[in-house]
């Protein structure tokens, strides 16, 4: 007899086909899901209709063999046509922000000055005193102008205000937040980052980068289970955009921690492959030397470096001036010097690491720091990310395939920042930029993901994005730098098998197949034939995780 519950359990590599087949044999499938239209990567044209679950795994694929384990105690499901393919997962979140934003107000779609001052005052009113963190802003939606502290000072005279820029790169911070963090016209910017200032010298309460940190370090923590607590939220809000599986690039613990609490809870319900900053390299290493790293449903080992800044915020660090600010090239929020350090010991201790990397010359720095490590540590399996990877020289493009660097990438930032990213680069420099389809026929692994909250938490308005390039104002219906468009085929590709291969996991989970995790989404059309603007309109019906419908529409 073969116990059931060992191979249920079994959480690394994929699991012998021959008992998983023997006992679905024995006892029947626990759910079938029949009438579908299956998509996995590399199946081409073909297409089956029916995928039959055994405890967490797929134990069959295809009307004939899922019908042959089928029992009386099988749970059948029938999809009417539904089109089903791998679960998603999102190669870049910053999670525990974003699951606070989902409480936070709504500043992104401010129309003006005024409604953006309404909005945080209204939070305000109804928690006086209490920090407002979240809802991002965009200034480009706002007029174009840098916010300041006088448009919110009126709404918030006693309550502390820190909230981030679209991008994260940037705060704004209000009259009180700036007196609880000390910083007057006297507080000099600390390296990699800057304090904005007007024509008189003050503050005008936008703080870059790392002058982030003297805001950040007088915030008062959430409390554990406060923290928990937000995640669930986040959690269930994934789910239901059908991604099943989390990579969280991140510069705190935070995240990490809750996910270890909540894991021991088993509360996760998605999968997470968390991250955390470089410089505690010596920190992880002794962690995964102790515990190792982790389970399928939480993982670690990775470590998350910043090379420079962002578009919006002018600190993306290029070879070249910036267009509307000829004394700008960027800000290195992290030197070369130590990124060289950090990333060679870090990894010659088997750590994974990925780094942050926007501008032409952050690529490029980054790409030389990748090669020069392998030589020094040696050849061997890193799989080294860039994230972002999104003004290109023409010379890098070809090396992230000739190095085995991964493309972290996330597609809706190119529909976003395709309105105005000429007035800070030009013409010229566009040609590199959100390049996803000629990295792809260079021959790189490019990964899809969100950057959440930066943009939403959809795969769906991913694939959209990727696959027209329409920017986000309409004023581009043929696409945005069209020449970039990729195919849908290719979009699911990156959100699924690619993501999988980028968190070490191409060996479970990404396609259907038997033996793979049974994480699957299911939606309400088919991507790969409707009308390509009709993507962003599509429902995710269901979202199986470990083969237990962890989401229904």
Sequence with gaps: MIDRRSLIRAGAGLVMLAPLRALAAERGLDVALINARVWTPGAGGSRMSAVGIMGERIAAVGADQVKALVTPKTKVIDLKGAFLTPAFTDNHTHF????????????????????????????????????????????????????????????????????????????????????????????????????????????????????????????????????????????????????????????????????????????????????????????????????????????????????????????????????????????????????????????????????????????????????????????????????????????????????????SVQPYHAIDDGRWAIKRIGAERLKGTYAFKSLMDAGATVTFGSDWPVAPLDPLTGVYGAVTRRTIDGANPDGWLPEQKVTVEQALTAYTLNNAFAGFMDDRTGKIAPGYYADLTVMDADLTTIDPLKIEGVKVLHTFVGGKARYSA
Excluded at 208 to 221: S, W, Y
Excluded at 316 to 342: I, K, M, S
């Design 96 to 407: 525990l922000i974003g699951s606070t934003t989902l409480s936070q107000a709504d500043l992104l779609s401010a129309k003006d000055r005024a409604d953006f001052a309404a909005r945080i005052g209204a939070v305000a009113k109804a928690r006086p005193g209490k920090w407002i963190l979240g809802g991002s802003w965009d200034e480009q939606r706002l007029g174009g102008a840098l916010p300041t502290h006088e448009w919110i000072d009126a709404v918030t005279p006693d309550t502390p205000v820190a909230v981030p820029r679209t991008d994260l790169h940037l705060y704004l911070l209000n009259k009180v937040a700036m007196k609880l963090a000390g910083i007057t016209r006297d507080t000099p910017d600390p390296p990699g980052g800057v304090i904005v200032r007007d024509a008189n010298g003050e503050p005008t309460g936008v703080v870059k980068d790392n002058a982030k940190v003297l805001v950040e370090r007088v915030i008062p923590p959430m409390s554990d289970a406060e923290t928990d607590a937000i995640m669930r939220q986040g959690i269930a809000h994934g789910l239901s955009k059908g991604v099943a599986q989390i990579h969280n690039p991140e510069l705190d613990w935070r995240t990490y921690e809750s996910l270890r609490r909540l894991r021991a809870k088993c509360e996760t319900d998605m999968r997470f492959y968390a991250f955390v900053p470089l410089p505690d390299w010596e920190k992880m290493a002794a962690i995964v030397d102790k515990e190792g790293r982790g389970d399928d449903w939480v993982r670690w080992g990775g470590l998350k470096a910043l090379a420079d800044g962002s578009l919006g915020s002018r600190t993306a660090v290029f070879h070249d001036h910036y267009d509307d600010a000829p004394d700008q090239t960027g800000v290195r929020v992290t030197t070369l010097a130590n990124l060289r350090e950090w990333i060679t010991a870090a990894d010659a201790k088997g750590l994974h690491i990925t780094t942050h990397a926007i501008g032409d010359q952050a690529n490029d720095d980054v790409l030389d720091i990748y090669r020069d490590v392998e030589k020094t540590n040696g050849v061997k399996d890193r799989r080294f990310r860039i994230e972002h990877a999104q003004h290109l020289s023409a010379a890098a493009i070809p090396r992230f395939a000739q190095q085995k660097v991964i493309a």
